[in-house]
């Protein structure tokens, strides 16, 4: 449809305005916040325009009648199969009008009616054949008013519309001096009828593309295999001068069950920055951490550590004998018998975005078992741990992504069946299993990302990742994939 492009970057990258980023009708502030600038809707006017050329190449307008007074006799006439072709723009602009929504002018636009029929009548005389039309000069201005309903969705809809289709010049295509007599009220009725059905189509054309598009957009987009991130509107789009902004929920829920909601606030993001590429899109640390409370909740933050999951490289082995030297009574007890350990956490990790870069804090127990000849297992001890890590923040097409740089753990004994635990050397046990093993998994979590807004055939060019109090930035240009 002719506004698809647009849309894509309308309804995908949007946010709501503001120095810092108000709160909509619920008291909620958004957790994605984007930006397109003037270059970005620059972008998308380039195809808009193209598949609006298409679109309206294969329109019909209705059928023009009526009389024309002659000398001797009055002349009925009746125009049909009034068929658009050849429809061109040579120029085009989409602005935003502050507070309002998109303007769209078009200039000096042409096209033509071919082989269009044309029958007449008056007193004993009848004609009829059919003649080209060539429209030059059109020119069109159009309101977008572009809003989100009641599930979120956007909706986008023409008013104010404006057009003056320029000059008229009919080719007939075979001699008819019947025809003369009605050539000039054929010319002006064509004019008059053009101006009004111009605009009519191309708003036609916009409220299908709504109706047929975007109201039934998909807004949830699953991640995993456990959840999907809730894009939709929270507030009606706002408009500023250059640019457009718009606000999405931002917020993960488990597959098909959109009810759910984190309990703790989404904090306010700061978009005073970025105006210097086509869009910009923030993304709150609240967006991650619903997503790492979801899991939570789910029980998926578990990690069972065994020794066909150790590297080769690691010098410790998951066996009872390489802990005996800390642990006396457990060869006593448990001789040459493997272990298993179970990482588990107890608290949804948070995630803080500054600065200085992105900290992840985790609270899990370490639960170390000895696995017996029958295959049970006997818990031996619990650690809590305390884990805090550094990350890098980084962009994989269309994914921001991250990676684990560095993680400090405090270990805490809770339960021991064995007696009593060097937990000096512990730690250091600890920290080996958790940096081979867990900092692995993390990055693997990682690097599957969180899923950026995007479209098929667009992709983004050289994008810019930094972070604030709370928020991760990416700025980006566009490019399109001429392969699609």
């Given at each position: 449809?002719?506004?698809?492009?647009?849309?894509?970057?309308?309804?995908?990258?949007?946010?709501?305005?503001?120095?810092?980023?108000?709160?909509?009708?619920?008291?909620?502030?958004?957790?994605?916040?984007?930006?397109?600038?003037?270059?970005?809707?620059?972008?998308?006017?380039?195809?808009?325009?193209?598949?609006?050329?298409?679109?309206?190449?294969?329109?019909?307008?209705?059928?023009?009648?009526?009389?024309?007074?002659?000398?001797?006799?009055?002349?009925?006439?009746?125009?049909?199969?009034?068929?658009?072709?050849?429809?061109?723009?040579?120029?085009?602009?989409?602005?935003?009008?502050?507070?309002?929504?998109?303007?769209?002018?078009?200039?000096?636009?042409?096209?033509?009616?071919?082989?269009?029929?044309?029958?007449?009548?008056?007193?004993?005389?009848?004609?009829?054949?059919?003649?080209?039309?060539?429209?030059?000069?059109?020119?069109?201005?159009?309101?977008?008013?572009?809003?989100?309903?009641?599930?979120?969705?956007?909706?986008?809809?023409?008013?104010?519309?404006?057009?003056?289709?320029?000059?008229?010049?009919?080719?007939?295509?075979?001699?008819?001096?019947?025809?003369?007599?009605?050539?000039?009220?054929?010319?002006?009725?064509?004019?008059?009828?053009?101006?009004?059905?111009?605009?009519?189509?191309?708003?036609?054309?916009?409220?299908?593309?709504?109706?047929?598009?975007?109201?039934?957009l998909n807004l949830n987009v699953e991640v995993d295999s456990y959840t999907e991130v809730d894009y939709s509107l929270i507030s009606n789009p706002l408009f500023e001068e250059s640019y457009m902004e718009t606000a999405h929920k931002g917020e993960f829920h488990p597959i098909g069950q959109s009810?759910?909601?984190?309990?703790?606030?989404?904090?306010?993001?700061?978009?005073?920055?970025?105006?210097?590429?086509?869009?910009?899109?923030?993304?709150?640390?609240?967006?991650?951490?619903?997503?790492?409370?979801?899991?939570?909740?789910?029980?998926?933050?578990?990690?069972?550590?065994?020794?066909?999951?150790?590297?080769?490289?690691?010098?410790?082995?998951?066996?009872?004998?390489?802990?005996?030297?800390?642990?006396?009574?457990?060869?006593?007890?448990?001789?040459?018998?493997?272990?298993?350990?179970?990482?588990?956490?107890?608290?949804?990790?948070?995630?803080?975005?500054?600065?200085?870069?992105?900290?992840?804090?985790?609270?899990?127990?370490?639960?170390?078992?000895?696995?017996?000849?029958?295959?049970?297992?006997?818990?031996?001890?619990?650690?809590?741990?305390?884990?805090?890590?550094?990350?890098?923040?980084?962009?994989?097409?269309?994914?921001?992504?991250?990676?684990?740089?560095?993680?400090?753990?405090?270990?805490?004994?809770?339960?021991?069946?064995?007696?009593?635990?060097?937990?000096?050397?512990?730690?250091?046990?600890?920290?080996?299993?958790?940096?081979?093993?867990?900092?692995?998994?993390?990055?693997?979590?990682?690097?599957?990302?969180?899923?950026?807004?995007?479209?098929?055939?667009?992709?983004?060019?050289?994008?810019?990742?930094?972070?604030?109090?709370?928020?991760?930035?990416?700025?980006?240009?566009?490019?399109?994939?001429?392969?699609?």
């Open positions: 449809m002719a506004f698809q492009v647009t849309w894509a970057l309308i309804a995908v990258f949007s946010i709501f305005i503001g120095d810092v980023i108000s709160v909509d009708s619920l008291n909620r502030n958004p957790g994605i916040v984007t930006r397109i600038n003037q270059a970005g809707l620059d972008f998308g006017l380039e195809f808009t325009v193209g598949n609006l050329e298409e679109d309206i190449e294969s329109v019909t307008i209705p059928d023009i009648s009526g009389t024309v007074n002659a000398i001797l006799f009055d002349v009925n006439y009746l125009v049909s199969n009034i068929r658009i072709a050849e429809f061109e723009v040579q120029t085009s602009s989409l602005k935003t009008v502050p507070g309002v929504g998109l303007e769209l002018a078009i200039r000096g636009a042409s096209f033509s009616l071919n082989d269009v029929s044309w029958s007449s009548e008056g007193g004993i005389y009848s004609d009829e054949g059919s003649f080209d039309t060539t429209i030059d000069g059109l020119d069109l201005d159009m309101t977008l008013m572009i809003r989100k309903n009641e599930d979120g969705h956007p909706t986008m809809a023409p008013e104010g519309c404006s057009g003056d289709v320029g000059s008229i010049a009919i080719d007939l295509n075979s001699d008819s001096w019947l025809f003369g007599l009605i050539s000039g009220a054929l010319d002006d009725v064509l004019t008059v009828t053009l101006n009004t059905q111009i605009c009519d189509i191309i708003s036609e054309q916009i409220s299908a593309y709504s109706d047929d598009f975007l109201t039934v009810e759910w909601e984190a309990p703790f606030p989404v904090p306010a993001i700061d978009t005073t920055g970025g105006l210097n590429k086509m869009v910009d899109i923030w993304i709150s640390d609240y967006v991650i951490n619903s997503r790492y409370y979801v899991l939570q909740e789910l029980g998926i933050l578990t990690y069972t550590i065994t020794e066909d999951t150790l590297p080769s490289t690691l010098p410790y082995g998951l066996d009872s004998r390489y802990l005996a030297h800390i642990i006396p009574k457990l060869r006593q007890k448990y001789d040459k018998m493997p272990l298993e350990v179970v990482v588990n956490s107890t608290s949804s990790p948070t995630l803080e975005f500054s600065e200085d870069g992105a900290t992840i804090t985790e609270y899990a127990d370490l639960d170390a078992y000895v696995v017996l000849e029958d295959t049970t297992r006997d818990n031996i001890f619990t650690i809590a741990l305390t884990g805090q890590e550094q990350a890098s923040v980084g962009f994989s097409y269309p994914n921001i992504t991250y990676e684990v740089t560095s993680m400090s753990i405090d270990a805490e004994l809770k339960y021991s069946e064995i007696g009593h635990l060097n937990m000096l050397m512990l730690q250091h046990i600890v920290d080996a299993y958790i940096k081979s093993s867990v900092i692995p998994y993390l990055n693997e979590i990682g690097q599957q990302g969180f899923p950026l807004p995007h479209m098929d055939g667009i992709t983004y060019v050289n994008p810019v990742v930094s972070l604030g109090k709370d928020y991760i930035l990416l700025e980006s240009d566009l490019q399109r994939d001429l392969d699609e």
